[in-house]
């Protein structure tokens, strides 16, 4: 059985950081692409990064030079470490096993991330 778990979220002040860790089991993490998405009510889930096996990243433009996604093999978990947050990157964030532009795997919960003063 499949689980992605997001967690690390909360309320933080423009400018600040946070880290999101997404524990995953059932999956054979260290061949997959991971990546991690955003999603506002009323908008579609978008791509915020992703990392390959191999540890190539790429990143949205909206978040690049601010967010940092990194992975561990060891623990089966991926991280998203966010910086200089502005109240736009305010969402819930999910992770996922990518393959191209399409998912691996059904969404976790997702983690809040609000950012506001």
């Known amino acids: 059985q499949v689980q992605l778990v997001e967690s690390g979220g909360g309320l933080v002040q423009p400018g600040g950081s946070l880290r999101l860790s997404c524990a995953t089991s059932g999956i054979i993490f260290s061949i997959n692409t991971m990546g991690w998405y955003r999603q506002i009510p009323g908008k579609q889930r978008e791509l915020v990064a992703h990392i390959t096996r191999g540890g190539s990243t790429n990143y949205a433009d909206s978040v690049k030079g601010r967010f940092t996604i990194s992975r561990d093999n060891a623990k089966n978990t991926v991280y998203l470490q966010m910086n200089s947050l502005k109240p736009e990157d305010t969402a819930v964030y999910y992770c996922?096993?990518?393959?191209?532009?399409?998912?691996?795997?059904?969404w976790g919960q997702g983690t809040q991330v609000t950012v506001s003063s």
């Open positions: 996922n096993a990518v393959a191209g532009e399409f998912v691996l795997h059904s």
